[in-house]
């Protein structure tokens, strides 16, 4: 069990482990493309780098840290009409280093109750997304349900 563990502690911080790199394109009416990009590594992938960037490789490596905002969800963000907005809970922690021709970007910050009913929407991808994109998960018809629900 001890080697193991030694293991995993040397694959989630070895530089040589690549990680998990997800992109998510937003096009604007004019057609400039712009990237939300996150790395993600560790053993359960539970450490991550994300940068918003016309480069579509920008954080693809670990080593790759400039203009970039480390940790899991550090935003959450809504694209429409050219307009990115970028909501952060309590203070704004990331503003992008570069700009864009025909997309506008918008800091918002929100209180605790509006962050966490954006955090909800944004998990089902009604309006909002999470960095990485959540997934839809169709679970099986006969999966027991949630009492709460």
Do not use: H
Request: hydrophobic share 30%; proline share 5%; aromatic share 14%.
């Amino acid at each position: 069990m001890k080697y193991i563990l030694i293991f995993l502690f040397f694959i989630s911080c070895s530089p040589a482990v690549d990680g998990t790199f997800n992109s998510i394109e937003l096009i604007s009416s004019k057609g400039e493309k712009v990237y939300i990009n996150s790395l993600n590594w560790g053993v359960t992938d539970d450490y991550q780098n994300t940068a918003i960037s016309t480069n579509k490789d920008k954080v693809k490596e670990r080593a790759d840290t400039i203009g970039t905002v480390k940790g899991f969800e550090p935003f959450f963000y809504s694209f429409k009409n050219d307009s990115l907005k970028l909501f952060f809970n309590d203070e704004v922690s990331y503003k992008l280093k570069e700009s864009f021709k025909t997309i506008n970007v918008s800091y918002q910050v929100l209180n605790d109750k509006e962050y966490r009913n954006v955090r909800q929407k944004s998990y089902i991808n009604d309006g909002y997304s999470s960095i990485p994109k959540r997934k839809k998960i169709d679970y099986p018809p006969d999966m027991p349900q949630d009492p709460s629900k």
